[in-house]
């Protein structure tokens, strides 16, 4: 199964959206496997978003990271990244589809609740950039069975 990293951006946990996102996460039966709380230092910005260093709206974009801590989670399933992806919806909240995280908790391209790797490429680095191996815990859900079909998985 893949695994993908998710971030709860400064703007979930200062409008307190933490559990809803995680909830939404869990009720579609995604696996939370490594999950904390943490303050983005300048350095680690730089390096998550190096393909946006460089642009004139870099500094707001570190900004807005750093306005509270955030919570970086690993999750777990069949197809996570485009699960993931999908249930994130448009960058710009108010563009995104109603019925997902953005579509429904967000009107901000810059605010938008939640950070989601793009690829299953980018994931592994992304996930290696937020956790120790010993902060990952792969467990087994007795409850796969009802999340898969036999020949899913």
Known sequence: MEKTLVILKPSAILRGFA????????????????????TLSDEILAEHYSHLVDKPFFPLL??????SPVVVMCVKGLEAVEVVRKMTG???????????????????????????????????????????PEEIFDYKSPLTFMLYADDEI
Do not use: P, W, Y
């Not at 909830?23 to 943490?38: D, H, N």
């Not at 570190?62 to 306005?67: A, G, I, P």
């Not at 810059?110 to 992304?126: G, R, T």
């Open 62 to 67: 570190r900004r807005s990271m750093q306005l």
């Open 19 to 38: 559990g809803e996102v995680i909830r939404r996460f869990e009720q579609k039966g995604l696996m939370i496997i490594g999950m904390k709380m943490m």
């Open 90 to 132: 448009a960058t710009k909240g108010r563009k995104a589809d109603i019925g997902t995280i953005r579509g429904d908790l967000c009107m901000s391209g810059q605010h938008n609740i939640v950070h989601a790797s793009d690829s299953v490429e980018n994931a592994e680095i992304e996930i290696r950039r937020f956790f120790k």
